[in-house]
């Protein structure tokens, strides 16, 4: 009902919270708010409503009654995943999904490329990519420091440039994982409206150079990003 202020000097700004719960029932709600001298004598708001107050507005949306759960699964899209390999390598870029390092000791970079364009406009309830189907060549994991899952934003078809693209860090693997939570992530690139989802494998090290190839590999059938939605 009150919330005392503190002193304020001419000119001085303060800050003031207050804790509002809404209402149970759908609605636009006011809160209006006076302020008053200890003496309890009306100080006038400039601009305020009717010159002597200020409000808050809230707005309570009903609770949607269609709780139908919808789910999708997406393989990586073949022709825009791949492999990248640091360019004294020298190669070029083959569809198979690949990172770690190779015989002669150059790293390499994977890309998958989900095509999210069904899911723009949904709410996202849980998202998970399942790396289970792929498989590791030598020892990628400890030789490497371990395989950086991230989620990228690289521009169609893949190319050299991409191997040295910022990302987001999602989950250093030291094994192959069970299914990695993505909902945050692909939530984001719904809401800006992307109809690409992609994420990156790359060694988390330098290549241990001990003339073997050490990767995880994967092709875009041993890749899924399950997702539950609302329609």
Known sequence: ATKPIPVVNPGQEVDL???LKAPATAGTFRSYWRI???NNVLVPVVNGYQGRAFYVEVKVQAVPTNTTVSQLILNPVESESGTVYEPAAGQGIPQTILAGDTASNHLARGYMSFNIAPLLGK???NASLALGGCSQQNDPFGGLAGIWVGEVQYTLPLKQSDYSIGGTGIQLLNS???PIDVK???QTRITEGKNRFQIRLHPAGPSDADGQADYLTCNAGSVTLTV???P
């Open 17 to 19: 919270d207050v804790d």
């Open 228 to 230: 539950s939605y609302f």
């Open 123 to 125: 709410t996202i309830q």
């Open 176 to 178: 192959i994982p069970g």
């Open 184 to 186: 945050s992530l692909l």
């Open 36 to 38: 008053v001298t200890n």
